[in-house]
């Protein structure tokens, strides 16, 4: 890969597997197959995927059921696609960190999977559900991801959202029972999308799969896996959602990569839209403690070859390193943090009032302050947000 910035800066964003960076076999292995087009890649072996990541400084992989044993393989070849596999695992020291199953590709789940309408597809779902997770299991992954592709609909009446989320919530809960009955010690991270491929789907944004997950009898093993497209999709602020995740302790993975607001779902590389949002995420993920994989659920446009979707697995990391290094001058940065002092930004982490008492009530109800002196100030958001973008444009 061409990278620009000297060869200094080169060594100082290049990654290692400390950074845990990784990557679904589905991304890399994204042929380049569109709405109005067929592939314009060829499909990659998973074990050749593994490899180059590694050489390329990642972590680890993810992946479904079906990206690493085919749908329909019998059982002997199985087995054998999963020993070669694992020894590629052993010889580059990749690990498998989360694993998920497929339940939308196959005609079977066009009407959902754990919300289809037909009791025999929701039962076929929770058996090859098991089955992924049990696979998962055997590769490593400690946390097992639930995106529900097909679970909504085109047509309103067609199904009641309430008994939906029962049936989403029967299945969960099953799945819960059946991961601890196993000892497979994993965490469940839902994956809220708002449509694509279905017009509507259940569990739309962060925030309603938040309140289901409340809802769940082991939600204590169940937390989120949101994704910048997703979030973007609808129009919010992904920074915002993962704080938001982060601050209930339910971030358990993340999906990152690069989406306009009001499109279809790019999964472009990571960072290489909206790159204020990217930095402030970037900026969280590092500084709240997060350990969890950076997971990239992206793959390189259609009009690239081989070598193109390897630049674009560099250029994920690449991205993300930057900001990372931005996200420390940001906290050195004299001119920016006298502008958050400006700002206040530290005030918000004050409290209040404290706590209720009928006095400290009657005392600020007594003396509120004055409105027309507290509107009179200015925040100096101008000054800092300038700053951030001169940052964030590589002249600070
Ligand atoms: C999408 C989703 C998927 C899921 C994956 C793992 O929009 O297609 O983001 O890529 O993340 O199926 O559950
Ligand atoms: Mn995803
Ligand atoms: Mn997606």
Request: net charge negative; aromatic share 10%; with cysteine.
């Amino acid at each position: 890969m061409v990278v620009s910035g000297g060869a200094a800066n080169s060594e100082a964003y290049r990654p290692t597997r400390a950074n845990k960076f990784t990557f679904g076999l589905w991304t890399v292995g994204n042929p380049g197959g569109d709405q109005f087009g067929s592939a314009t890649r060829p499909r990659l072996d998973p074990n050749d995927s593994v490899r180059e990541l590694a050489e390329l400084g990642a972590y680890g992989v993810s992946l479904h059921d079906d990206d690493l044993v085919p749908f329909g393989t019998p059982s002997a070849e199985r087995d054998e696609i999963v020993r070669r596999f694992k020894k590629t695992l052993d010889e580059t020291g990749m690990v498998v960190a989360m694993a998920t199953t497929n339940l939308f590709a196959n005609p079977v789940f066009k009407d959902g999977a754990f919300t289809s309408n037909d009791r025999g597809v929701r039962r076929y779902a929770l058996a090859k559900t098991m089955r992924a997770i049990d696979l998962g299991a055997e590769l490593g992954a400690k946390t097992y991801v639930f995106w529900g592709g097909r679970e909504g609909v085109e047509a309103m009446a067609s199904k009641n959202p309430s008994d939906a989320l029962d049936r989403f919530r029967e299945t969960m809960d099953f799945l819960c029972e059946y991961a601890i009955d196993n000892k497979y010690g994993m965490r469940f991270a839902m994956e809220p999308k708002p449509n694509e491929p279905r017009g509507d789907t259940f569990l739309p944004t962060v925030g309603h799969a938040l309140a289901f997950i409340n809802s769940l009898a082991h939600s204590e093993m169940v937390g989120l896996n949101p994704e910048t497209a997703h979030e973007t999709m609808s129009g919010l602020s992904f920074y915002h959602g993962v704080s938001q995740t982060l601050w209930h302790k339910k971030l358990f993975h993340i999906d990152l990569n690069g989406q306009k607001i009001g499109r279809f779902d790019q999964d472009l590389r990571f960072g290489s839209e909206d790159q204020k949002d990217a930095f402030f995420l970037v900026k969280l993920l590092e500084e709240s403690g997060y350990d969890g994989p950076r997971h990239f659920d992206a793959h390189a446009y259609r009009t690239e070859n081989m070598e193109g979707v390897w630049d674009f697995a560099a250029g994920c990391m690449r991205t993300y390193m930057i900001l990372k290094e931005k996200a420390k001058r940001f906290a050195t940065d004299p001119d920016i943090q006298a502008a958050l002092a400006a700002s206040s930004v530290a005030e918000l982490g004050k409290p209040t009032v404290g706590a209720y008492s009928a006095a400290v009530a009657a005392e600020l109800k007594a003396n509120p302050g004055d409105p027309a002196k507290l509107a009179n100030r200015g925040y100096g958001n101008e000054r800092l947000d300038q700053l951030v973008i001169e940052l964030l444009m590589g002249v600070r």
